[in-house]
């Protein structure tokens, strides 16, 4: 069971395990300089993980000034698609990495079938024709030794004619593989006469109908890290099991001594993290595809708001662990709202109007000038249309006030964002009682940045003026899982989706200044949160999503059930 982590937020940083390995290899001279690589199969989009995986090999090289392969480990004909090897790269580089090369593990295709030829031809290779159940059964289990058949006597000779053979097509699927002859009696089952090809008739995104026998992957990973000259080949601990296989085959074919390194994967509490999940979210659709905002992938995230600084940063702060662990998602969100304060524009959008009229104020429009950014000393000024008849939020009125409450009340007195300080003289309500329309005045000498009516407030509004207001719809995400650790969890992950994922609000009223920012724009709507422009959006119909929370609500929640 993973413990979960807390945040770390120390900014003194110790080298990392990697790191560690890394600086002495180079101290030592083992090597010049250093090669990773990120290595996707392309049966997916990439997720937050993936990005994990990036960041640390990428952030590795440019650390060390090396550099980096992107390989396509696309061994597998079956599941791989040309649509995730584009999605794939987009991610890569909107994360802010270019890779050195852009490979293919079936690139490799014709070399990996001559490593496989070189084997046999040493003798540690033979071609098996048991069913994959009867080489189950010889395996043995880890506490009882396998046993070699027949066909592992089989002559060099006879060995390559028959892989030729495979080759050529001349069998249909499951008939035949090739195995290595390590030790069917090793502790790691790994090493009992694993298999290193298999038959499939079946076409490839890239090679077509030109092979119909395809390495497994143990038998293309570690090759392909030795083709390029991989010096620190970084993978996930589910792999320690495959070091063993992995040297064994590099020292058997004698190529470049490409090493294993294992850190632990990156869970995020809240959601899941398996291609094979997420893409069993979109088929039965329970999202709207591989980039629903709700989605942790970086597509989804990316259209969601976040920002890759923000992505780059919690993968910093996270660290490498040795250990499995479970992330809490408010790291994230928190990385997410420290770049978003710093660039997002600030507007005013009302969710849920109450009328005001300001009796007194005369004219058919003001303009007042009001920052974009508080955070930012240069900020630059927008100019909003202040007028007779505006709305506030609902919310932000109480006929009946408690104590404290600095909002709007009979009698009671506000500032409007940006304009003037208002009194409210009389409330207005329909025949059931319930409140229309506030008939307010406003105090001419107490203009924002200019005010001498010596009235103190202590509470400020957002508004937005009637007759200018565009209308947007608001599409409100919030976790798409209600347990913390789905992966773990005792039922079907589908069991554990939150149903109040998505709150659509269809009517908000927004400042006009919205309908002209663009998509790459990043928002703070005062006093709501962050969002930005949705790709749904057309020129008439303005959707934002909401990327984050000002603060983290759920913490408080979370909080009150305790
Ligand atoms: P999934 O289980 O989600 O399908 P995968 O490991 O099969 O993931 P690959 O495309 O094979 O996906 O992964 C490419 C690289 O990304 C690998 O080196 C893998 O170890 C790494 N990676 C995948 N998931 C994570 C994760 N959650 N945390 C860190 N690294 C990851
Ligand atoms: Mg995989």
Known sequence: MPTKKLFIM???????????????????????????RFPPEPNGYLHIGHAKSICLNFGLAIKYGGSTNLRFDDTNPVTEETEYVESIKEDIKWLGFNWANEF?????????????????????????????????????????????NKFADRTIDENLQLFTEMRNGKYADGKKVLRAKVDMSSPNMHMRDPILYRIKHAHHHRTGDKWCIYPMYDFAHGQSDSIEKITHSICTLEFIPHRELYNWLIEKLEIFPSHQYEFARLNVTYTVMSKRKLLQLVNEKHVTGWDDPRMPTICGMRRRGYGAAALRDFCDKIGIAKRENLIDIGLLEFCVREELNKIALRRMVVFNPLKITITNFDKDVEFVSIEDNPEDENTTHRQVPFSKEIYIEQDDFMEVPPKKYFRLFPGGKVRLKGAYIIQCDEVVKDNAGNVVELKCTYFP??????????????????????????????RMYDRLFKVENVAEAERDFKDYINPNSLEIINKVYAEPALAKDSFDQRFQFLRKGYFCLDKDSTTDKLIFNRTVTLKDTWAKEVKKVN
């Open 10 to 36: 120390s900014e003194e940083k110790s080298l990392n395990f990697i790191e560690e390995i890394i600086e002495k290899d180079l101290a030592e001279g083992k090597h010049e300089t250093i090669t990773t």
């Open 445 to 474: 000498e107490s203009k924002s940045g200019n005010d001498t009516s010596g009235i103190q407030v202590k509470g400020t509004l957002h508004w937005v003026s009637i007759a200018h207001a565009v209308n947007a719809e608001v």
């Open 104 to 148: 293919y593990a079936s690139d490799y295709f014709e070399q990996l079938y001559q490593f496989a030829v070189k084997l046999i031809n040493k003798g540690l290779a033979y071609v098996d024709d048991s069913t994959s159940e009867e080489i189950a059964q010889q395996k043995g289990s880890p506490t009882i030794p396998g046993v070699r």
